[in-house]
């Protein structure tokens, strides 16, 4: 059975951090390139982030360039998301997305950034 979690959703203060994980099972992880994108309520998909099979590149949308850093260890079948300087309209659903040919989605963890 193929899943993705994802983890280390919460509540933020603006201008704090966290850091979001996504771990893949039951598919060959280091096949897939990884991505993170997130939907505020009542809004489409947003594409936030994405990272070659072998991490070597990275892709950001252009409202979290210098602020998030994506990144992956295929050992351990891990993308991550960091995230840093966040902003109240960061806050949303995040997930993460596996392609290759055929796409996974994980269930989501929510930010919410507010003082």
């Known amino acids: 059975e193929v899943q993705l979690v994802e983890s280390g959703g919460g509540l933020v203060q603006p201008g704090g951090s966290l850091r979001l994980s996504c771990a893949g099972s039951?598919?060959?992880?280091?096949?897939?390139?990884m991505s993170w994108v997130r939907q505020v309520p009542g809004k489409g998909l947003e594409w936030v982030s994405s990272i070659s099979r072998n991490g070597g590149s990275t892709f950001y949308a252009e409202s979290m360039k210098g602020r998030f850093t994506i990144s992956r260890t295929n050992a351990n079948n891990t993308v991550y998301l960091q995230m840093d300087n966040l902003k109240p309209e960061d806050t949303a659903v995040y997930y993460c997305k596996a392609a290759h040919g055929r796409s996974y989605w994980g269930q989501g963890t929510q930010v919410t950034v507010s003082s």
């Open positions: 039951g598919f060959t992880f280091n096949n897939y390139v």
